[in-house]
């Protein structure tokens, strides 16, 4: 049985007129098969350069980088090639092939009409067959001479030089992206700096635990805004509402009261010597010196006499006045200062002024950490704000130093300005008439500086100092008011000139140039010593 289905199934040689044909069609069907995959070769090319080109152009319309776009161009180009050969080398029957050549060769049908009848063994048909083998094998199978079309090699071309120009020409979309990159790396930075900030914070001496934790919490909730950010503008906001909520939650609205308050004491007091160590220690805000300076004053009380009793009084008093802004260090002095006029001891009252200025100096330190976080803040968000670089780390490492170390007060060294002792209303500098040359004075009716020469009969002139500020540069009207005055004239009884003096200092305050604060400083000065007398 498996014999008979053998013989069944056995394939049969095919006839010798198929064997004849199927030889002599073999070479010309090997050269179709090479044209025909040259031609899907080259439009297969073409689609590859027009599918780079689309994945290229996606750059020209999209924020996409080109250099994500090209690695895609290059992975999907082979696969038009790839398809094209594919189509190119698919086998095909021969009667197609046979039919082409006729059309090509121009043979009316005789090849597909031989192979047709392959099988058929009629004289007729043995005889067209014949002719069909015979008219091809006389020919050469590169009679056929394909050439590509011009249309399609145009179409190469000009998708090639295409695509050349896009993988050459920056994309319009690249200064966008070039403008987020840089956005997106100057937000990193400052997050950076942001982290700095925090370290510097929590391990800075200066601050109270609870200063250096709302610090901490409040540029970490800025930070932690920043990463959502991706431009410049809008950190530059997150950046300033980081600014607003440290200033309110950690500014200290008195601060600058204070730091006056301080830097007014230390210059009246440095004007008796048995309180300059007291002074230099204010100036400089150095808790230690100074509460070692008043630990001396409170020692040397019971040896004083009457007379440097009641001068070192006065001075305590005198920084009591000047420093009012600072309300519990000037009671302090004030108790001292009466106790040591009444012959008691200021032991107790000095004791509570170490206590006051130790705690005055903590805080002015700080606030100026504070103050030091803001300015970098302010320089961030300034930067990022313009568009400028931000600083390099050496920048920040110096900044990161000068965080801990709080900023030194202003120093009192106070320029003196000189009272006409006629009640002119002209100020001027004495220093300058003591070198032989014209002051620089101030009409308080006109506002305006003029040029004036020391009297040649001038005499002894009393000192009256009210404290303030040095100037870090050209006078302005409010730190000559701040500055210790000279009023020139022979002494006189204080209570002859105090009722004169009053009336100059309130006139000259009283100008629209002159700040509310120092108004009300001096104008409750005199107030002050009037009802004292």
Request: proline share 6%.
């Amino acid at each position: 049985m498996m014999a008979g289905f053998q013989v069944l199934y056995r394939r049969t040689p095919p006839p010798p007129g198929q064997t004849a044909l199927a030889a002599v069609l073999h070479p010309w069907e090997r050269q179709l098969t090479r044209e025909r995959l040259s031609r899907w070769l080259l439009r297969g090319a073409t689609a590859s350069l027009v599918l780079a080109i689309l994945v290229l152009l996606v750059g020209w319309f999209t924020l996409v980088p080109e250099s994500d776009l090209r690695p895609w161009a290059l992975e999907l180009a082979p696969i038009p090639l790839v398809l094209a050969a594919a189509i190119a080398l698919w086998p095909r029957a021969h009667v197609h092939r046979a039919a082409e050549l006729d059309t090509r060769l121009r043979l009316g049908d005789r090849v597909a009409t031989a192979w047709a009848f392959r099988a058929v063994e009629n004289p007729i048909v043995h005889l067209q067959r014949h002719d069909a083998v015979t008219r091809l094998g006389n020919q050469e199978p590169a009679k056929l001479g394909w050439r590509p079309a011009r249309f399609e090699l145009a179409s190469l071309g000009g998708a090639f030089l295409f695509a050349a120009l896009l993988l050459v020409t920056p994309s319009p979309q690249q200064a966008v992206l070039d403008r987020q990159a840089a956005d997106q790396a100057a937000v990193e930075q400052a997050a950076q700096r942001l982290d700095s900030l925090r370290a510097a914070a929590i391990a800075s001496p200066n601050l109270t635990p609870d200063q250096a934790r709302q610090l901490d919490e409040l540029l970490q909730q800025a930070q932690a805004e920043l990463s959502h950010t991706h431009s410049q503008e809008d950190a530059s906001a997150v950046l300033s509402r980081a600014q607003d909520q440290v200033s309110q939650q950690l500014g200290d609205p008195n601060a600058d009261l204070r730091d006056e308050a301080l830097a007014a004491m230390s210059e009246t007091l440095a004007a008796e010597p048995r309180t300059q160590a007291l002074a230099d220690a204010l100036q400089q805000e150095n808790p230690v010196a100074a509460s070692q300076a008043l630990d001396d004053l409170a020692a040397q009380a019971d040896q004083l006499s009457d007379v440097e009793r009641q001068s070192l009084s006065r001075a305590l008093q005198r920084a009591a006045n000047v420093g009012r802004a600072d309300a519990r260090t000037a009671s302090s002095l004030h108790d001292a200062a009466q106790a040591l006029a009444n012959g008691a001891s200021p032991d107790t009252a000095l004791s509570q002024a170490n206590a006051a200025m130790r705690d005055s100096i903590q805080a002015s330190h700080s606030q100026a950490d504070v103050n030091a976080t803001l300015r970098q803040l302010r320089d961030l968000q300034g930067r990022l704000a313009s568009g400028q670089p931000l600083p390099d780390s050496s920048d920040q490492s110096s900044a990161q130093q000068a965080f801990g170390t709080a900023g030194s007060a202003d120093s009192a060294e106070g320029t003196p300005v000189a009272l006409d002792a006629g009640g002119s209303r002209t100020v001027a500098d004495p220093t300058n008439g003591q070198n032989g040359g014209g002051g620089a004075g101030t009409d308080s009716a006109t506002g305006q500086y003029a040029g004036q020469s020391a009297p040649p009969n001038a005499q002894a002139a009393e000192n009256v100092y009210v404290p303030g500020r040095p100037s870090t540069g050209a006078a302005d009207q409010q730190d000559m008011v701040d500055q210790p005055f000279t009023v020139r004239g022979a002494p006189r009884p204080y209570r002859d000139v105090l009722q004169q003096y009053a009336q100059t200092s309130r006139d000259y305050v009283d100008r629209p140039d002159i700040s509310p604060a120092v108004r009300d400083l001096v104008k409750q000065y005199f107030q002050e010593l009037e009802q004292g007398q």
